[in-house]
């Protein structure tokens, strides 16, 4: 594994995911309690063994700049092992911003020319899943391939959603198809490339091409062995406010396969600029918690079921909350009623305030493919009045603060900006 | 002003028993994810005292690994440390530490290398928040030769304590007019918190002094031959201080954690404790079944928890199956606790494991028991109220199925 350099692609920008992007790139979201989205691909990446990463960053990269750190908290610092973030407008031209996918790989090729390499891991920072991908760069090297690509078996119904491979009886693609309207198979690419050095660099030398899923890839099925490495393990794409509430969701059920991934999945805890550790979590007398994920730091005197709780949550008494997730140091007033809420950082939930309760099927009018399945989305820092009602697919913007309600009711699929 | 702060962390205490089988009572896990030596180490950190020497020597593995070098403190740079000082075997005699005094005085050349202004040495295994800049500032405005920490005495086990009498009006201390060490009983209205605040001179003079007689202990010996012939002050402390000498005071001091205003407040004292000591930080939030009922508890990363639990403090990686009950109990690291398995009282070690329905003490008045590190209690079995379990023990050491008071399985 020491001949595979890996690179990280975390500059997506994840527009879909709305407020919880406006000042994060999305690997960078908060995830699962304590973890960030990137920390299963780093970790992934760690624990398969391979000694040297390259984060490609573009987006709001602050959060993410301070979560990597040196990467000690995955192991990945030392003499022989290394995290680099590299920033764009590391080319030769004033201003070049990544064009796309390809073309970020392209403009950081001395990172894979530096070193001793034969094959070069391309993987995405923004998917939840556990893999190792030892057994896929053996895969890739028994078939002698120029490109091996990690596919995936999912419901026909959301092949339009993928980039779609068609293979042989051997593994081999022999057609692709990016996000069709019709498919002719159900495995779909998981954004994990295995590329032959020498082939990667040839390509990317010769062509401008911007794009692995539109360019890179179609034009390798012509030119070179391209094969499809078949993995059936968790692993979700969280790229909607749907998704993302199901994947943290999939975390409290006992049957799924998210679950025994974590004990591998490891995270950043220093960043937060706390003066002490965060101490246990407290359970008060006459509390009522049930089928919920808590981090340290929670201090639970109300009721909270179905949910996840990030560190330093507070849910005062007589407070309910129900299927949410609520992020760090977050705290819902005594009295305050929470459903189907995702309450971004140091929200405050006013006292008696009922957050998320109304008509599912009034979808957000503001960002109506974003928010319109029945969950709200509250960002940080935002401050929701003492018995303020929020309805059913609201946003409200971050940092939100009393004057910018107007009245006690903020009726369904209605946002407050900022 | 250049302060060098001593630790000492060495000692282990019988009345704990198999709680320090196989580490010093300043590595005793307490609260739910921290060492006791967590708190002396924070008070530091947050009174700017970054150089720290700890004096160890009884089974120092837990405590090494612990205070690692020093980081989690922020006692790493190029003018700050934390160093684990371990007994060395001298040129002329095997120097294994003959008492807290000898184990300073092992270590004078340390000292003097760093040529500090003041020595403060204070214990490893008390659960206090003390800023020593206030009794630095103390000590100089005095112009003491030795400034010692002292708290009110308590009412009950006064004959385990240094006790003082204080003279002067200052409300934060004064003259320290009378010193007994641990006499049969309460005497005197203040008892020694083992903090010594020494001008270097006085100290090295005082051990030098003492090093060719039989006994070496600050609180015996170096304290009442100071009070002949140098300025001895004394220290008020007036905050919380928790004694962890006894299982009982142990078990208390940890329930002082609990609670919506409790008296021990590990976020108001800015406690920090190494993360990486037993994997903390990689450990995934915990989990809270649909089962489960928990009330008026401590928890933390990595525990799972399907039963009933009340009035418990449970550390990293605890779980407790469907229908086990724990009320009243601390459970160290990856403790497990079987289904249907029901113990009240109870203080389990590093990962042991109470099998299927088995019982542990009877109720919220009865002596604690302490099953010890990596034990397993048999499925079924019942251990009356202060049963000891040893460590290492399985199925084949557990004779009988009902154990009686006071038993000792080992």
């Known amino acids: 594994m020491r001949r595979v350099a890996a690179i990280l692609l975390a500059g997506g920008v994840g527009t879909r995911l709305n407020i919880l992007v406006r000042h994060r790139a999305k690997p960078a979201v908060p995830f699962g309690g304590m973890y960030r989205i990137i920390d299963f691909t780093l970790s992934n990446i760690a624990n398969c063994g391979l000694p040297r990463v390259a984060i490609l960053t573009q987006y709001k990269p602050l959060s993410l700049m301070d979560h990597v750190a040196d990467g000690s908290a995955w192991d990945l610092s030392g003499r022989t092992r290394a995290v680099k973030i590299l920033p764009p407008k590391t080319g030769e031209k004033d201003w070049d911003w990544y064009r796309g996918t390809a073309d970020a790989v392209r403009q950081n090729l001395d990172f894979v020319t530096n070193g001793d390499y034969s094959e070069v891991l391309i993987v995405s920072g923004d998917h939840v899943y556990c893999m190792d991908y030892g057994p896929l760069i053996q895969f890739h090297r028994e078939n002698r391939a120029h490109v091996t690509i990690c596919m995936l078996p999912v419901p026909w119904e959301e092949t339009d959603q993928f980039g779609i491979g068609i293979v042989d009886e051997k593994s081999r693609i022999i057609a692709w198809e990016e996000k069709p309207k019709k498919a002719r198979s159900n495995l779909a690419s998981m954004g994990v490339y295995v590329f032959n050095r020498d082939y990667l660099l040839r390509t990317l030398h010769e062509t401008k091409d911007e794009d692995f899923g539109h360019h890179i890839i179609p034009k390798a099925l012509q030119e070179a062995r391209v094969f499809a490495y078949a993995f059936h393990g968790y692993w979700r794409g969280v790229g909607t406010i749907q998704a993302y509430w199901d994947a943290n969701m999939d975390l409290l059920d006992p049957a799924s396969a998210l679950m025994p991934c974590l004990p591998n999945v490891k995270t950043n805890l220093v960043t937060e600029n706390l003066q002490y550790d965060r101490p246990p979590s407290k359970i008060l007398a006459r509390a009522h918690i049930v089928n919920s994920l808590v981090s340290p730091d929670c201090l639970i005197m109300g009721r909270v079921e179905n949910s996840v709780l990030s560190p330093g949550v507070v849910v005062e008494k007589d407070a309910f909350v129900k299927d949410s997730i609520i992020m760090h140091d977050s705290i819902i007033r005594a009295g305050a009623q929470v459903e189907c809420c995702i309450i971004d950082k140091e929200v405050s939930i006013g006292r008696k305030a009922v957050v998320g309760v109304g008509d599912a099927s009034v979808v957000n009018s503001a960002y109506p493919t974003h928010v319109h399945s029945g969950l709200t989305l509250i960002g940080k820092r935002a401050k929701i009045p003492t018995k303020m009602h929020v309805g059913n697919n609201c946003i409200i913007f971050s940092e939100a603060q009393e004057k910018d309600f107007h009245g006690r009711v903020l009726p369904d699929g209605q946002t407050v900006e900022k | ?410």
């Open chain 2, 1 to 410: 002003m250049k302060v060098l702060a001593l630790i000492l962390a060495g000692g282990r205490v019988d009345e704990l028993d198999v709680l320090t089988f196989y580490r010093p009572k300043s590595v005793l896990p307490f609260g739910g994810v921290y060492r006791i030596i967590d708190f002396p180490m924070s008070n530091l950190m947050n009174s700017g005292i970054e150089t720290v020497g700890i004096l160890s020597q009884y089974r120092p593995r837990h405590l090494i690994s612990h205070i690692a070098n020093g980081e989690p403190w922020d006692m790493v740079g190029r003018n700050r440390f934390a160093v684990i000082l371990p007994p060395y075997k001298g040129r002329e005699a095997s120097d294994w530490y003959k008492g807290t005094a000898d184990a300073v005085c092992q270590n004078l050349d340390f000292i003097r290398m760093y040529d500090p202004d003041l020595v403060l040495i204070i214990s490893g295994d008390h659960i206090y928040r003390m800023d020593y800049q206030e009794l630095i500032a103390f000590h100089l405005e005095k112009k003491a030769d030795v400034t010692i920490g002292f708290t009110r005495l308590p009412k009950e086990g006064a004959h385990r304590f240094g006790q003082a009498e204080i003279g002067g009006r200052d409300r934060r201390g004064g003259k320290v007019t009378q010193y007994l060490e641990k006499p049969r009983k309460s005497v005197l209205d203040w008892a020694s918190l083992t903090i010594y605040l020494f001008r270097p001179s006085v100290l090295y003079e005082a051990l030098e002094a003492n090093a060719p007689r039989d006994s070496h202990e600050f609180g015996k010996d170096i304290v009442p031959a100071l009070l002949a012939n140098c300025q001895v002050y004394g220290f008020k402390h007036s905050g919380y201080w928790g004694y962890t000498r006894s299982l009982e005071e142990y078990w208390q001091t940890n329930m002082d954690l609990l609670g919506k205003y409790p008296r021990i407040d590990p976020a108001l004292w800015r406690v920090r404790t190494n993360l990486a000591h037993r994997n903390i930080r990689d450990r995934r939030p915990a989990v809270i079944g649909p089962s489960a009922r928990v009330e008026d508890s401590l928890f933390y990363s990595g525990c799972t928890i399907h039963g009933t639990v009340v009035r418990s403090v449970l550390f990293p990686g605890v779980t407790v199956e469907h229908g086990a009950e724990v009320k009243d109990s601390i459970l160290f690291f990856d403790t497990v606790v079987q289904r249907e398995a029901r113990i009240v009282r109870a203080i389990a070690d590093i990962e042991a494991c109470i099998g299927p329905v088995a019982r542990i003490g009877h109720d919220a008045r009865s002596p604690l028991t302490v099953v010890g590190t990596r034990s397993s209690v048999p499925e079924g079995t019942v251990l009356h109220p202060g049963v000891v379990v040893h460590p290492n023990l399985d199925a084949s050491h557990f004779t009988k199925q009902m154990y009686d008071a006071g038993e000792v399985i080992r």
